[in-house]
């Protein structure tokens, strides 16, 4: 588990070179998914499919200068009967939070497949962070 972890890190250290091209970045990510996921937590997994999934489609992450968060991915086209049927972020965020973390709620789990259970984790995952930052 700890080489993952590592492997892991170095594909997220890739993400914010830009002297790793973006046939390396998916290339490493695709390996992780191949080799290192045996243990690794769930909203990992599902975090490198979707950066697999956006390299894929040539989207990639601007190099930071700083601690700033990483953008989320770019947010698929729903309809609305999709939109409605898109479940409630977790309970129990402070009010505040609500109007904040909600758009990247939806956005994330607008990128999910229906009963994708890891993908539903890391938006969870992604939500609490926001809301933690709340309080």
């Known amino acids: 588990m700890h080489e993952g972890t590592t492997y892991f890190e170095r594909c997220r250290a890739g993400e914010l070179d830009p002297a790793v091209s973006i046939p390396q970045r998916s290339a490493c990510w695709a390996r992780w998914l191949e080799y290192y996921t045996d243990g690794q937590p769930e909203p990992r997994v599902a975090y490198a499919e979707r950066r697999a999934a956006a390299l894929a489609r040539g989207e990639t992450l601007p190099p930071l200068p700083d601690n700033t968060p990483l ?17 409630s972020p977790p309970a129990g965020e402070a009010s505040a939070c609500r109007e904040l973390c ?3 709620w939806d956005t994330c789990v607008d990128a999910c497949h229906e009963g994708a259970k890891r993908c539903m984790a890391a938006c969870k995952l992604d939500y609490d962070t926001c809301s933690r930052a709340c309080f």
């Open 71 to 87: 953008p989320p991915l770019a947010p698929p086209t729903v309809d609305a009967a999709a939109a409605e049927r898109r479940p």
């Open 102 to 104: 909600r758009p990247r």
